[in-house]
């Protein structure tokens, strides 16, 4: 990829988005970002990053996040990002990111970040924990995004409060110094958006969930896998169909749908009279053979560290270069003198 290009008008279009090494990646992750990230890469120019500065907002242990991180970088390479197209980089390489934010948490209002449900849920679970960065987190994601012009952030539903706010920011900052940044827009995919909890279906799969049952890894066992869905909640209808109220089968035909690219009327017909059990396991087996491919590349990646080191090196040495101009112009509008080194 040409990190030297300049953007012009008729540039392909820029792609950001980000995830965190906060511990598994799990099917939600997946489905809701990984997957998109992957299909676009062909028509867009594409820039990943693992946030692992925004992962010590919740307090980490050394050697684990360390390991975390590494893990998370192979399994998104595994998952199909390729640096012949796109940049993947880790954020704490690349020092742009937090001199940006700390501008941005300038042009943001208290009150808007007061605003933010993530932040509110977060300080609830973490209550022995409520630091400044849980709270100006979101200015830190304006800035990843901001720095490299995206025009699209392809994420799960659940970051779209974070992605509305950084709009706002970058309105407001081209509103007093001109035209600065590109004001991004979400790409949230139709399908797979919000993946549900497996026992709990009103909220979102979330690799916080202390009950391991709730969520599915993306390198979890096959019989893992099986057993997960086997046990998820259901209803008591024994009927495959779409509705309000079937939370958790409206989450499993979500799912289906993604992995075998079936309609939800298809799923409905092909289950027509069949029970909740061969329902569950149909799921549980797009899954597997879904995730197959991908648990192989990792255990293949994850054991090249030296690869894995010239893939996130390169890729934070051109990110770097592509920030650092953003960083500077939004530095010189505001008036601070030019560096001279
Ligand atoms: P994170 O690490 O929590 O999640 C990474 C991506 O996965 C999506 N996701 C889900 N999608 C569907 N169903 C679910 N249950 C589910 N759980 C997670 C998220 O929406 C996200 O797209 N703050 C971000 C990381 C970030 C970022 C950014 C994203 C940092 N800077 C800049 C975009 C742009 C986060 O914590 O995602």
């Known amino acids: 990829m040409d990190t030297n290009a300049i953007p012009t008008p008729e540039r392909?279009?820029?792609?950001?988005?980000?995830?965190?090494?906060?511990?598994t990646i799990t099917l939600g992750n997946y489905l809701g970002a990984i997957k998109n990230w992957v299909a676009l890469q062909d028509d867009?120019?594409?820039?990943?990053?693992?946030a692992d500065l925004h992962t010590i907002t919740v307090r980490q242990d050394p050697a684990k996040f360390r390991q975390n991180a590494l893990q998370a970088y192979a399994l998104l390479m595994a998952c199909g990002i390729d640096l012949e197209k796109s940049l993947f980089f880790i954020q704490s390489h690349v020092p742009t990111h937090a001199e940006l934010a700390w501008v941005l948490n300038c042009y943001t209002q208290?009150?808007?970040?007061?605003?933010?449900?993530?932040?509110?849920?977060?300080?609830?679970?973490?209550?022995?924990n409520v630091n400044a960065g849980l709270f100006t987190y979101p200015s830190l994601m304006a800035a990843d995004i901001l720095l490299y012009q995206a025009d699209l952030v392809p994420v799960g539903a659940d970051q779209k409060q974070h992605l509305e706010l950084t709009r706002n920011i970058a309105e407001r900052f081209n509103g007093v110094y001109g035209n600065t940044f590109t004001v991004p827009d979400p790409y949230?995919?139709?399908?797979?958006?919000?993946?549900?909890?497996?026992?709990?279906?009103?909220?979102?799969?979330s690799k916080s969930d202390e009950n391991v049952n709730a969520w599915v890894a993306v390198l979890d066992k096959p019989e893992d896998i099986l057993r997960k869905f086997k046990r998820a909640v259901t209803d008591s209808e024994a009927?495959?169909?779409?509705?309000?109220g079937k939370d958790g089968i409206n989450n499993l035909m979500g799912i289906y749908a993604v992995m075998t690219g079936k309609s939800y009327e298809e799923i409905?017909?092909?289950?027509?009279?069949?029970?909740?059990?061969d329902f569950k396991a149909a799921v549980a087996e797009s899954v597997i053979a879904h995730l197959r491919p991908v648990q192989e590349r990792y255990a293949q990646?994850?054991?090249?560290?030296?690869?894995?080191?010239?893939?996130?090196?390169?890729?934070?040495?051109?990110?770097?270069?592509?920030?650092?101009?953003?960083?500077?112009k939004a530095m010189k509008k505001i008036g601070f003198i030019k560096k001279a080194f």
């Open 110 to 128: 208290f009150g808007e970040l007061s605003r933010m449900t993530q932040f509110k849920d977060k300080s609830t679970t973490h209550a022995d």
């Open 268 to 277: 409905e017909r092909e289950f027509d009279g069949r029970g909740y059990g």
């Open 301 to 328: 990646l994850i054991k090249d560290k030296a690869y894995l080191e010239k893939c996130y090196t390169e890729s934070a040495q051109a990110a770097q270069r592509i920030s650092q101009r953003t960083l500077d």
């Open 44 to 50: 867009y120019r594409c820039i990943f990053a693992l």
């Open 188 to 205: 949230i995919p139709k399908t797979g958006a919000r993946v549900m909890s497996l026992q709990e279906p009103t909220r979102k799969m």
């Open 12 to 23: 392909k279009k820029v792609i950001f988005s980000a995830i965190q090494p906060s511990g």
């Open 239 to 244: 009927c495959v169909r779409y509705a309000e």
